[in-house]
Nanobody, 130 residues
Framework: QVQLVESGGGLTQPGGSLRLSCTAS????????IGWFRQAPGKEREAVSC????????YFADSVKGRFTITRDSAKNTVYLQMNSLKPEDTAVYYC???????????????????????WGKGTQVTVSS
């Protein structure tokens, strides 16, 4: 069964850190462009970060640049999103997604592409609050 499972979400205070994991089963993540997205209540889903399947080139939204990093662990078939210096506005459900064909530009900068992405996880809640 092809699926993505996110984990690592939770509650943290402003300035805190969390590491989200996106683990694949039924397919190998290395061949796919992977993206992290988030959706806050009442807002549209937005791309946070993507990592290329060809050379692990990353992309970050301006709102998280310098605070978030994305890495791939091929041995564990997992992609991580390390989130530091968290802010209340980072509160959202975070989803990972995988696509075989998309570049990081297509996946992370073209919202119209979201509906065509191959595989989505079910999401993990991140809450940043004092």
């Amino acid at each position: 069964q092809v699926q993505l499972v996110e984990s690592g979400g939770g509650l943290t205070q402003p300035g805190g850190s969390l590491r989200l994991s996106c683990t694949a089963s039924g397919f190998t993540l290395d061949a796919f462009t992977i993206g992290w997205f988030r959706q806050a209540p009442g807002k549209e889903r937005e791309a946070v970060s993507c990592i290329s399947s060809t050379d692990d080139t990353p992309y970050f939204a301006d709102s998280v640049k310098g605070r978030f990093t994305i890495t791939r662990d091929s041995a564990k078939n997992t992609v991580y999103l390390q989130m530091n210096s968290l802010k209340p506005e980072d509160t959202a459900v975070y989803y990972c997604a995988a696509d075989y064909s998309y570049t990081i530009q297509a996946m992370c900068t073209m919202p119209l592409s979201y509906n065509s992405i191959d595989v989505w996880g079910k999401g993990t809640q991140v809450t940043v609050s004092s």
